[in-house]
T-cell receptor, first 111, second 113 residues
Framework: DQQVKQNSPSLSVQEGRISILNCDYTNSMFDYFLWYKKYPAEGPTFLISISSIKDKNEDGRFTVFLNKSAKHLSLHIVPSQPGDSAVYFCAASADDYKLSFGAGTTVTVRA | DTGVSQDPRHKITKRGQNVTFRCDPISEHNRLYWYRQTLGQGPEFLTYFQNEAQLEKSRLLSDRFSAERPKGSFSTLEIQRTEQGDSAMYLC???????????FGQGTRLTVV
């Protein structure tokens, strides 16, 4: 069963604007969440993570928000750049550290 | 470069042959994971090691699959009697016990013909 869901398969955004990617999870044991970026034929690149004891984490242009009561997290990218065009995966883990992934959201940044 | 390294990057094999992939994790990382990714899906967990101990195997990992991590350093994933359904990207990742952030290698793309 899919414990991590990314319901938007794709997102198109204009360069310079904000990209917002969403992710929902069902397993209440998940306590650590990560976002990865992936280009074709390459492995996922770690972007940012957040522990369940926080509700926000920032790193440069990337901010992750966690709403535990809604079992929802989002990734904000501001401003979006052409190099951000990629597939973004949301992942979650419990105390065994193994990751459960969503199916990904393809982001296209338009010039 | 001290990232996760996987070898080979690409492997084409005939159905029924055995293949072996290697993963070298980030040197100070205790945990090593194998995942498999097929087109249009997120990576799926296969197995993981803490040091040299294999702690869990997914039900996706049939008896044809075996993984080792001798001496808690590099790891190998072997697939025996490959089938066309084994065609996928095989990803290796490592993490420490402190940060929980997992870092992935470039993957090995397996094509079974």
């Amino acid at each position: 069963d899919q414990q991590v869901k990314q319901n938007s398969p794709s997102l198109s955004v204009q360069e310079g604007r904000i990209s917002i990617l969403n992710c929902d999870y069902t397993n209440s044991m998940f306590d650590y969440f990560l976002w990865y970026k992936k280009y074709p034929a390459e492995g996922p690149t770690f972007l940012i993570s957040i522990s369940s004891i926080k509700d926000k984490n920032e790193d440069g242009r990337f901010t992750v928000f966690l709403n535990k009561s809604a079992k929802h997290l989002s990734l904000h990218i501001v401003p979006s750049q052409p190099g951000d065009s990629a597939v973004y995966f949301c992942a979650a883990s419990a105390d065994d550290y193994k990751l459960s992934f969503g199916a990904g959201t393809t982001v296209t940044v338009r010039a | 470069d001290t990232g996760v390294s996987q070898d080979p990057r690409h492997k084409i094999t005939k159905r029924g042959q055995n293949v072996t992939f290697r993963c070298d994790p980030i040197s100070e990382h205790n945990r090593l994971y194998w995942y498999r990714q097929t087109l249009g899906q997120g990576p799926e967990f296969l197995t993981y090691f803490q040091n040299e101990a294999q702690l869990e195997k997914s039900r996706l990992l049939s008896d044809r699959f075996s993984a080792e991590r001798p001496k808690g350093s590099f790891s190998t994933l072997e697939i025996q009697r490959t089938e066309q359904g084994d065609s996928a990207m095989y990803l290796c990742a490592s993490s420490s016990l402190v940060t929980r952030d997992a870092f992935f290698g470039q993957g090995t793309r397996l094509t079974v013909v």
